[in-house]
């Protein structure tokens, strides 16, 4: 079935063009939440708001840039405003004491968090160029389209993430 | 070899999602969908529903956090929502006055108002009065802009409810429903749609809330951003004064990555300095170092030091001094002022033998009784139909710093220059480096010059500089257009200050080397003053087999460009080392004039591992001994009383013994690895030369004198920037390009500027 119809159809308001939408891509929502937040039930938070905001917003869709632009789009908005509001709650004991999930809880995974997060400080659009790069695989293009900014600065802060790891790596060498 | 390990990790797969949560989020969604279909948006703004309104101000207040002006905890939602039910139900009483109110026609509009306000002191029911009350909630929001929405909220709520008994309790009921229902925020937007269409009718009528100034603003400007799938930024602001910024421009610097420059483009430019004005200054790094003490031949009779070619000391002190200022001591280099002028050394024929040395032994004009010992190389020159062809990359700094007359206008006009002493067959790439770093043209052939001249119209100078980077995209684009038998060369116009990117000169040393070993050099050309960054534009040009310049005026532009565009640009022999080792029969003590930064170590002479400089086409290197030959009154260390017979056995030495030293050099030729090796011997009369030469090497003396007295005078005795003057004057000769004159005029200016 052509992507384009179903969004036609379900942006005219047919509820199951838009059930069939959500089918096809939530798997691809829920996967890039997941990298973000590294937490199954976060992940599914993030991936519920987006899909409610897809719904919302799906009308504004122009067919000016690739669906799936659009939507990594979207989820990363989602994902940002969850960070914030994650951000809000630090000081509430709820998430302190939820459960890890045991599966995903390796060291590795530890590490990698520490290292989303040093992208994060790094500064803005890091941690996102470094998920759509890296994990989704995208080219510098595809992902200065999903930014909304130049391919060359995709390359360039790939550039500022690749020397930064360089340093860290350097200094866990003289430290070891 | 050194493997990402963000990458690694990055690319380990997603869990599968769960099928629970999948339907849940499906269902969600859905149900948020035939929410939006339900409630198609209204036309215009203007008759968006109340609830809607407050559903705008709902997500204000949680977007409003990433500015860092509050947290919202849990409860103040609790407030808000109570806040909004309490509103709608004053509404609905003020409705029904209203209609009691309507019946009697004998009261009039005025005694409405004023029984509203004796009977409860919020105007909040009157429909008559919603225009004053938004007014002055909008008041309070622009005065108490930094205070959150809820405080507005919870005074509505406070008003309201003390206006109707009945309605506090109903509305406390509600709050309480709808804090239990608002654990969760999707369940809470569940909760608010029903109540959108139960209240709606009661609602419709009524006057917008208008929560105006900067929060307003912020809100327009996310609202705009949230509607468009594209890449699009926006600010907003209802008046001037909404934003907390003293002007417009600082209000634009909200939007992310827009950046208001203080110079706009296409303003007028700066007037150009002043002598004698204010400057930024003192921000000029050179590397530091002492200069070359006297050495006892007994003790240390070989010294060795690596060529260089680099002139930019003399273009940094000249700019400095026609501003009437003295130069710091650090950015005098004897040798590189020495090397300014063309001499007329004699040169070889063949390439085979790209150079050959030439040894004039002169009197010390600064102690009497000391001799000095010239050491001149020419290179040959090569003729203009056999130059290679050249791969030029011009690496350009538009960085906010290069934004005055002296830095980007006089690069742009330079590389004019560079343009019309290359070749047809040449190719000039432009990249431009300042936040970050781009391609400006791809490599053009010089045979399309209007396009490579447009490329360079179109800079402008603006944002911080990032030199490392740009240096690693000009490597990638001259590597990718990288012509074999060509000389592939990038030249970095810079005013030397690259303060973000690369934080270690030694990262940025070594890239340029391996970059060097590829065959891609590197030439260093530096602009302006204030922030000059010698060492660094040194250390690059001498690991990237390049040449430092330092270009002040477009004179000196067309000096190096134009002129010894051929050396500049075409090296005729690398690693260019000279070793002299003194005999201690006949010389004492000696002292080499400059060369400070060029030492090697005596073992580096024949390891041909050891980088030294290169000479190109047409090159004049000139090294200066002073030296107190044995048995004259001249010297800074007393004789050693015991160590002397230990120095007479060289006296018998057959030939040898009457010579002062021996002369050696090592050089490869271009593309080899192995070193060639030149040998002559220093005799105490020199070689016979020409009247040019010895001209030639009067004037140096000259130069070298003038080096020595701005960099303290400490051997020079009793020598004056007049004798200075004088010796050049005297050793002018023909002077084609007036560059001696102008070295007379530079003495003078050292004299006016001392006595300040």
Redesign the interface.
């Known amino acids: 079935m052509d992507e384009n119809a179903l969004i036609r159809r379900?942006q005219a308001?047919d509820?199951t063009a838009?059930?069939e939408l959500?089918?096809l891509h939530?798997?691809t929502i829920?996967?890039f939440a997941?990298?973000w937040c590294r937490h199954?039930v976060n992940?599914?938070d993030v991936?519920?708001?987006a899909?409610?905001k897809?719904?919302?917003?799906?009308?504004?869709?122009?067919f000016?840039?690739a669906f799936a632009s659009?939507l990594y789009?979207l989820v990363i908005s989602c994902a940002q405003?969850w960070q914030?509001?994650q951000k809000?709650h630090e000081h509430?004991e709820l998430h302190e004491n939820l459960p890890r999930d045991d599966?995903?809880q390796t060291e590795?995974q530890i590490?990698?968090e520490q290292?989303l997060d040093e992208?994060a400080d790094l500064g803005?659009g890091m941690k996102e160029t470094?998920?759509l790069v890296?994990?989704e695989?995208m080219s510098h293009a595809e992902a200065g389209v999903v930014?909304?900014?130049s391919e060359?600065?995709i390359s360039?802060r790939i550039?500022v993430?690749?020397r930064h790891?360089?340093k860290r790596?350097a200094r866990v060498g003289e430290g070891a | 070899m050194n493997p990402n390990p963000l990458e690694k990790l990055l690319q380990q797969p997603a869990p599968p999602p769960d099928p629970a949560a999948r339907v849940a989020a499906r269902r969600a969604a859905l149900a948020e969908f035939a929410r939006v279909q339900s409630a198609p948006v209204a036309d215009s703004a203007q008759s968006r529903g109340f609830f809607q309104a407050l559903w705008a101000r709902w997500r204000l207040s949680r977007e409003s956090n990433s500015h860092g002006r509050d947290s919202m905890p849990w409860y103040s939602r609790r407030m808000l929502l109570g806040g909004a039910a309490s509103i709608c139900i004053a509404l609905v009483g003020g409705m029904v006055v209203w209609q009691t109110l309507q019946q009697d026609p004998r009261i009039t509009e005025l005694q409405v108002a004023e029984t509203a306000h004796e009977s409860h002191p919020a105007p909040e029911p009157e429909p008559y009065d919603a225009q004053s009350s938004a007014a002055s909630t909008s008041a309070t929001a622009s005065t108490e802009a930094a205070e959150p929405d809820v405080v507005i909220a919870q005074e509505a709520a406070a008003t309201a409810a003390s206006a109707n008994e009945q309605a506090q309790a109903a509305e406390h009921e509600l709050a309480r429903q709808a804090a239990e229902r608002s654990k969760d925020e999707q369940q809470a937007r569940a909760v608010v749609a029903p109540m959108a269409k139960s209240q709606g009718p009661a609602v419709e009528g009524t006057e917008e809330v208008v929560v105006g100034g900067l929060r307003e603003s912020l809100a327009n400007m996310m609202e705009a951003k949230r509607d468009t799938g594209g890449a699009a930024d926006a600010v907003t602001s209802a008046d001037i004064g909404a934003m907390p910024d003293t002007s417009v421009s600082e209000a634009l610097q909200r939007v992310p990555g827009v950046a208001v420059a203080k110079v706009a483009p296409g303003s007028p430019p700066a007037p150009p300095p002043v002598p004698g004005t204010y400057r930024e200054e003192g921000r000029d790094r050179f590397e530091q170092f002492e200069i070359n003490p006297v050495k006892q031949v007994a003790e240390e009779p070989v010294s060795t030091f690596s060529a260089d070619v680099d002139t930019s000391s003399y273009s940094f002190v000249r700019g400095q001094l026609n501003q009437g200022v003295l130069p710091q001591k650090d950015a005098v280099r004897s040798e590189e002022m020495i090397n300014y002028f063309d001499y007329a050394w004699p040169v070889p024929e063949s390439r085979e033998r790209p150079f050959q040395p030439t040894v004039v032994v002169s009197d010390s004009p600064w102690k009497k009784g000391r001799k000095l010992i010239h050491v001149g190389i020419k290179g040959y020159e090569l003729p203009a139909n056999s130059r290679p062809d050249a791969n030029l990359v011009l690496l350009l700094d538009v960085s906010g710093s290069m934004n005055s007359p002296d830095k980007l206008p006089l690069v742009k006009q330079s590389m004019r220059l560079l343009l019309g002493s290359l070749k047809k067959t040449d190719t000039v790439g432009i990249v431009v480096y300042a936040g970050a770093a781009g391609v400006v043209l791809e490599p053009t052939p010089v045979g399309d010059q209007e396009k490579i001249v447009a490329a360079l119209d179109r800079l402008e100078a603006g944002g911080s500089t990032a030199g490392g980077e740009g240096i690693e995209l000009a490597y990638q684009l001259a590597e990718k257009t990288f012509r074999k038998g060509a000389v592939n060369r990038i030249m970095l116009c810079t005013d030397g200050d690259f303060n973000v990117g690369i934080d270690s000169t030694q990262e940025l040393k070594g890239f340029v080397e391996r970059k060097r070993e590829k065959g891609i050099f590197l030439s260093v050309l530096g602009f302006g003053q204030g922030n000059y960054r010698d060492e660094l534009a040194q250390a690059l040009a001498q690991n990237g087999n390049g040449v430092a310049a330092y270009i002040d005026t477009l004179g000196e532009a067309r000096k190096v460009l134009v002129e010894e565009a051929g050396s500049s640009l075409f090296t005729i022999a690398r690693d260019v080392k000279l070793q002299v080792e003194f005999n201690p029969a006949t010389v004492a003590e000696y002292r080499l004039i400059g060369y400070e930064t060029r030492a090697l170590k005596r073992e580096d002479f024949n390891n041909d591992a050891v980088d030294a400089g290169d000479i190109g086409a047409g090159h004049t290197v000139t090294a200066i001994y002073e030296i107190t030959p044995v048995g004259v009154d001249a010297r800074t260390v007393d004789e050693s009383r015991y160590s002397k017979k230990i120095e007479r056995p060289h006296v018998d030495k057959g030939g040898k013994a009457g010579e002062y030293g021996f002369l050696k050099i090592r050089y490869k030729l271009p593309g080899e690895n192995q070193s060639r090796l030149i040998e002559k011997p220093i005799v105490p009369t020199g070689e016979k030369v020409s009247a040019e030469v010895r001209r030639d090497v009067t004037f140096s003396t000259a130069v070298a004198g003038f080096a020595q007295l701005l960099r303290g005078g400490t051997y020079t005795g009793a020598w004056t920037y007049e004798d200075a003057m004088a010796q050049a004057q005297s050793s002018l000769g023909d002077d084609a390009f007036g560059y001696r004159r102008e070295f007379v005029q530079l003495v003078r200016k050292a004299q006016a500027a001392r006595g300040l």
């Not at chain 1, 917003?57 to 122009?62: E, G, I, K, N, V």
């Open positions: 379900a308001g509820a838009f059930g959500l089918d939530y798997d829920f996967r997941w990298k199954r992940a599914e991936a519920q708001l899909c409610i897809l719904a919302n917003s799906l009308t504004q869709y122009r000016q840039a659009w789009r405003d914030r509001s809000r509430d599966e995903t590795d590490y990698l290292l992208l803005e470094a998920l890296h994990a695989g930014l909304g900014v060359s600065t360039w550039h993430i690749r790891m360089g790596e």
